[in-house]
């Protein structure tokens, strides 16, 4: 257990749904970041907030929408995903400077 | 554009082995390189090195940065099977933020037989 937790671990979607993945870290960090990991590439970095704010947006396309209420949880909003679009998304909290910890993460197909 | 290359990409080897896994870089803003080792899903971390030279130990593992030649080393002395995984050698940007961005190498699968 990292202090970083995702909901749902596993999530198998149309193209035309909508649904939100989440996280939630309990180690006091104030950055968080949304990662995709897709078979045979790198880890790519989508969003990052700090302090409740986006600062990081990686050209990701508008059918993937990011919210962070509080510094604690982080929220993917889906909707009219792609099959492209399947891999596993992690999330990750981290402090200033520090390594980030890293959530199970969910494992997305979009038939 | 910051580019992280990591080798090889897939290492079989037999228990009480012992292998190097290497990570080259090339940043524009250098902080830190970090070693994770991903098993299931999370990744979990390893080492964060900021200066050339010293080596960081954890129990069997190893790991040293060189920032001359840009390249870091992982070091797993006597396998064992619970060391299969992927390991991921990230870089991170200072990029004028606080947090610093990460980029990722494509990571180097390792595994171990009995």
């Known amino acids: 257990e990292t202090g970083v937790t995702q909901t749902p671990r596993h999530l198998v979607m149309g193209m035309t749904n909508k649904k939100s993945l989440k996280c939630e870290q309990h180690?006091?960090?104030?950055?968080m970041y949304w990662y995709k990991q897709s078979a045979k590439k790198p880890l790519e970095l989508m969003f990052v907030y700090s302090l409740e704010e986006r600062v990081e947006n990686n050209s990701v396309p508008s059918r993937f929408s990011p919210e962070c209420p509080n510094s604690s949880h982080l929220f993917l909003h889906l909707h009219t995903l792609q099959p492209e679009d399947s891999a596993l998304y992690l999330c990750?909290?981290?402090?200033?400077?520090?390594?980030?910890?890293f959530g199970p993460g969910t494992r997305l197909t979009v038939l | 554009e910051d580019k992280v290359v990591q080798s090889p990409l897939s290492l079989v080897v037999h228990e009480g082995d012992t292998v190097t896994l290497n990570c080259s870089y090339e940043v524009t803003n250098f902080r830190s390189l970090l070693w994770y080792k991903q098993e299931k899903k999370a990744p979990t971390f390893l080492f964060m090195l900021t200066s050339s030279g010293i080596e960081k130990k954890s129990g069997r593992l190893s790991s040293i940065l060189d920032k001359k030649e840009l390249f870091s080393i992982l070091n797993i002395t006597a396998t064992q099977t619970g060391d299969s995984a992927v390991y991921l050698c990230a870089e991170r940007n200072a990029g004028g933020t606080s947090y610093g961005k990460l980029t990722f190498g494509q990571g180097t699968i390792l595994t171990v037989h009995p």
């Open positions: 990750a909290s981290s402090l200033p400077g520090s390594e980030q910890f």
């Open positions: 180690l006091g960090h104030n950055a």
